[in-house]
Nanobody, 123 residues
């Protein structure tokens, strides 16, 4: 029953923007933190950002000032606004859910994962 579905990926030029969406169902949304992760071709998965009602939001240093994570509890959805995108940020982007006290960009406490949405940053 638990489901996380990402959308909003696509092709964008360097310096451009995308907004990714994560739609959640099958669990009590307010009890969980939602994180965003990405995996570049040939690279390991990297945490980007997390949001929870308890702890607010956090970001890795490389995206601070460019990416913004938001949530809409009424829609059980989380969004990632990505601005000034760089070619090295090409990859598959995933959302995941963890108990809300474990809001983190570290992967270990996340229980549920989406299938990912592909982002390509290229001219």
């Amino acid at each position: 029953e638990v489901q996380l579905v990402e959308s909003g990926g696509g092709l964008v030029q360097p310096g451009g923007s995308l907004r990714l969406s994560c739609a959640a169902s099958g669990f009590t949304f307010d009890d969980y933190a939602i994180g965003w992760f990405r995996q570049a071709p040939g690279r390991g998965r990297e945490g980007i950002s997390c949001i929870s009602s308890r702890d607010g939001s956090t970001y890795i240093d490389s995206v601070k000032g460019r990416f913004t994570i938001t949530s809409d509890n009424g829609k059980s959805a989380v969004y990632l606004q990505m601005n000034s995108l760089k070619p090295e940020e090409t990859g598959v982007y995933y959302c995941a859910a963890a108990p809300r006290e474990y809001c983190s960009v570290r992967e270990s406490r996340y229980d549920y994962w989406g299938e990912g949405t592909r982002v390509t940053v290229s001219s």
